[in-house]
């Protein structure tokens, strides 16, 4: 199972390179995905799935952007996310901080890889003289809870609705 979720991970990371408007979406999609593997079988699966698809989707994919959103972020969140608040049940403010300080965090080595690694000029973040970062941090936490709440809908969906289905197919 884990290596049909893998090959689901990479193509959706390839279709966001193809699709420029679904930069994001998909790769945050492959992230969810993961979650089936860590409840069907446990943590360590689902860090070695994404593990797998992180590095297949750099290798494979021609637009390095999301691959490299899905690495620093969209693939690994799922994951943490569950540990946290596995970790912390009762404490709504930890987890909430926790995430955040988590996503952030990731913004911050995922801004730097791309100035330093990818050679994106400082020049190319401002319009106008606004400096399109300040602005598009803001933007992007907004967006990061909107992510979160999707990943608990999908939990409660898989589990509630689809795990039984899953089970049975696989024959659990």
Partial sequence: MGGIITSVCIAMNILAAIIPALGYVLPG???????????????????MVYFAASVLSLMLCADKFPALAFVSLLGFYPIIRLKIDYKFPNNKFLKIF?????????????????????????EAFYIFDFYLP????????????MYDKCIDNFIRLYINFLQPKVRKMIKL
């Fill in 134 to 145: 300040n602005i598009l941090w803001g933007i992007a936490n907004i967006a990061f809870l």
């Fill in 29 to 47: 999609m492959a992230g969810i995905i993961i979650l089936v593997q860590i409840f069907e079988s446990d943590y360590k699966m689902g860090t």
């Fill in 98 to 122: 926790l995430k955040w300080i988590v996503f952030n965090t990731a913004v911050v080595v995922n801004w730097w890889v791309e100035i330093k690694l990818f050679s994106v000029p400082e």
